[in-house]
C-alpha cells in the first residue's frame, strides 16, 4: 500500500481489517500484528477503550492502548482502525489512530457522531461505523448522515455485526441481506464483522465466505496468537491458521468478482 493518502476501501479490492478485540500488552499486539502483516494484509484493529457490556470486565489500556497501537502500526506497516467510545476521548484517539470505529452501542449516540465529524473534517482520517444492534437500515443511513452532511468527503464505511432477533445460539444474527440493500439504497461501501455476529470462531469462516459473495466489500475480524488466553473475545477470535484458512476461501469467492484480497 502506498504511502500518504489511501483508501481503506478501493475498487478491485476486498478489503480485510484483523487483529484482537482488546490491546492487552505489547506482547500480545505485536505477535498480533506479525500474525495480520505475514497474512498479507494491511490494516490491524485493536481495542483500547472497550465498551464491555459487564463493568466487571477489562475495559482496555485506553491512552496506553492507543499509544501501543500507534506503534505497532509504524513497525509493521499497517494502518490501525480502534472504536472511539465518548466525545470526550475523540481527538485523542484521532491523534494516536488512522481509522475510528464507532460501535454497535454508540451508532445513536449523536453528539459522539458530531465530534468524530469533526475530528474527521477535511483530514485523512476515516470511520467505520457499525450497525446499533436494534437499528433499522434506515435509522443506521439518517446516523451515517451525522458523519457525511459536513461535505468534507472523508471516507465513511458501513459495518453490519450482527442485530439481535430471538435466536441466542449465536451471539447476534447476521444480517446479509442488508450488503444488497445498502448497495441499492446508498453510494457507501459495506463491510462484514463476521466474528460479533456470531460469537463462534467456527463460524467466522463460512460467514466471512457468505460475506462476499453476498457483495460486501470487506471484513473485519478478531484475531488473537492465543485465543484461548484473551482478555476479550476469545471464543470468536481465530487464530493465524484460521485466518488463514479464512483468506484463502475468501481469496477463492473474491477472484469471481476479479477483486483481490488486501
Ligand atoms: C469491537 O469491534 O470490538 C466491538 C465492540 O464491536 P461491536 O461494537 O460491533 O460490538
Ligand atoms: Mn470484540
Given amino acids: 500500500m502506498k504511502k500518504g493518502r489511501y483508501s481503506l476501501i478501493e475498487k478491485g479490492y476486498i478489503t ?48 496506553k492502548g492507543l499509544k501501543l497501537l500507534e506503534k505497532a502500526g509504524k513497525e509493521f506497516g499497517l494502518k490501525t482502525v480502534t472504536e472511539v467510545t465518548d466525545a470526550d476521548t475523540v481527538q485523542r484517539v484521532a491523534d494516536h489512530v488512522d481509522i475510528l ?10 453528539a459522539l457522531l458530531k465530534k468524530v465529524a469533526k475530528a474527521i473534517h477535511a483530514s485523512d482520517k476515516k470511520v467505520i461505523l457499525k450497525r446499533g444492534w436494534a437499528a433499522t437500515i434506515k435509522e443506521w443511513l439518517l446516523a451515517v448522515e451525522y458523519l457525511t452532511s ?20 449465536t451471539r447476534f444474527t447476521l444480517d446479509l441481506s442488508a450488503v444488497p440493500v445498502i448497495k441499492k439504497l446508498s453510494k457507501l461501501p459495506i463491510i462484514i464483522d463476521p466474528s460479533h455476529a456470531t460469537g463462534q470462531s467456527d463460524l467466522v469462516i463460512p460467514m466471512s465466505r457468505a460475506a462476499i459473495a453476498v457483495g460486501a466489500d470487506g471484513l473485519i475480524v478478531e484475531v488473537h496468537n492465543t485465543p484461548e488466553k484473551a482478555l476479550c473475545d476469545g471464543q470468536q477470535s481465530l487464530n493465524k491458521a484460521q485466518l488463514e484458512e479464512m483468506l484463502k476461501q475468501v481469496r477463492f469467492i473474491a477472484n469471481f468478482f476479479d477483486k483481490k484480497i488486501k
Fill in 101 to 110: 470505529q464507532i460501535g454497535t452501542r454508540n451508532m445513536s449516540n449523536f
Fill in 150 to 169: 459536513g461535505g468534507e468527503g472523508a471516507e465513511v464505511v458501513l459495518c453490519e455485526r450482527g442485530i439481535r432477533t430471538f435466536e441466542p445460539y
Fill in 16 to 63: 480485510v481489517i484483523a487483529g484482537p478485540c482488546a490491546i492487552e500488552s505489547e506482547s500480545q499486539l505485536y505477535a498480533i500484528a506479525k500474525i495480520v502483516k505475514e497474512s498479507g494484509l494491511s490494516f490491524l484493529r485493536g481495542g483500547a477503550y472497550k465498551p464491555r457490556t459487564s463493568p466487571y470486565t477489562f475495559q482496555g489500556l485506553e491512552t
